[in-house]
């Protein structure tokens, strides 16, 4: 996050910067945006749980220090309704954080039809409306919580952010480094990564909430696509492996580095596993659980490559599911 900052302040600090200074202000906001998925996805997330820590006490005290600073739900709250976001009972509820993000906040349906899901993604994704709604739910759950001591912490801070960019003729340049990626970037790689986290599964899996249920709503999602077969030899098949480098090294890579941060691609086996300290392992650990049959599941794992054909994917399956299905 600090080398992001400093790296989009480069080209607004400078007197007449020149003209290739200018494209490290992208690259700073998506090392920004990157910082603060990671603290999101991994450290704040697994404070949660318990594994980031040795005691108890200090996963809460960092966690606290975390939703204050960054504008995350009140760690108390979210670690409680995370903790009923991974009971079988309650994943793809009413009562589910997930359900309530994309049902709510994201506005789609249950049987709504894809095409219309992804109308509704993309017009959010770009709605200063939605941005603003989601924006001030993030500052109520942070600041307004009613909890004294956490949110004098971040009124503090950022209200001293503020007045000291004001005072010092800076607001323009830290809106730009530092508040768009906390705010917009951040929630715009959210609303994706959260879409391809879980899909529905066939209703009469959801109706037992067993562990089968556990493995079919959760999908491991892998940023990137299946190389050509053949070696570049020809003059097509050089085409063709430019063409994956180039999908490689642009949208994989972007949605990587973005929106599937840290642990995201193998968030099945965290709701498998969601005790495990191997969670800095991830990748290993997955693919060890795969290979062992993923004892004490029915089933093993599934997967998706490519971050939109998993969302596609979760959307297709939101589509053929009823409201009914999906209520406590």
């Known amino acids: ?16 910067p020149p003209y290739w200074v200018w494209l ?10 990157c910082g603060l998925g990671i ?25 606290r220090l975390i939703s204050a600073l960054l504008l995350f739900k009140r760690f108390d709250d979210y670690q409680r309704e995370h903790m009923l976001h991974h009971s079988p009972k309650k994943l793809l509820t009413e009562e589910d954080e997930f359900a309530d993000f994309v049902l709510g906040l994201c506005g789609l349906e249950p049987g709504m039809p894809k095409r219309e899901a992804w109308r509704r993604i993309g017009t959010n994704l770009v709605s200063p409306v939605f941005h603003s709604r989601f924006l001030l739910r993030r500052v109520r759950a942070s600041l307004f919580t009613g909890d004294k001591a956490h949110d004098l912490v971040g009124r503090i801070t950022w209200g001293s952010l503020l007045l000291v960019a004001a005072a010092t003729g800076t607001l323009f340049e830290l809106s730009v480094a530092l508040v768009l990626p906390v705010t917009i970037l951040l929630q715009a790689a959210t609303v994706l990564r959260i879409l391809c986290e879980h899909r529905f599964p066939e209703a009469d899996l959801i109706s037992t909430r067993d562990r089968a249920f556990v493995c079919h709503a959760t999908t491991g999602v892998f940023p990137g696509v299946s190389p050509p077969e053949m070696s ?17 090294l642009t949208v994989h890579l972007f949605a990587r580095i973005f929106v599937l941060v840290g642990d995201a691609p193998c968030h099945d086996f965290h709701h498998r596993r969601p005790a495990t300290r191997r969670w800095t392992d991830y990748i290993h650990a997955r693919q060890e659980d795969l290979e062992a049959g993923s004892p004490g599941f029915p089933s093993g794992y599934f997967e998706s490559w490519g971050l939109f054909q998993a969302i596609d994917s979760n959307l297709a399956s939101l589509a053929a599911t009823a409201r009914d299905a999906i209520r406590h």
């Open 24 to 33: 490290l202000l992208p690259l700073g906001l998506l090392a920004t945006s």
């Open 232 to 248: 570049a030899s020809t003059v097509a098949s050089v085409l063709s492996w430019a063409i994956w480098w180039s999908k490689m």
């Open 39 to 63: 603290f999101q996805v991994i450290i704040f997330h697994h404070c949660s749980h318990g594994t980031v820590f040795r005691t108890r006490e200090r996963n809460r005290r960092v966690g």
């Open 1 to 16: 996050m600090l080398v992001g900052c400093g790296l989009s302040l480069c080209p607004l600090l400078l007197v007449e």
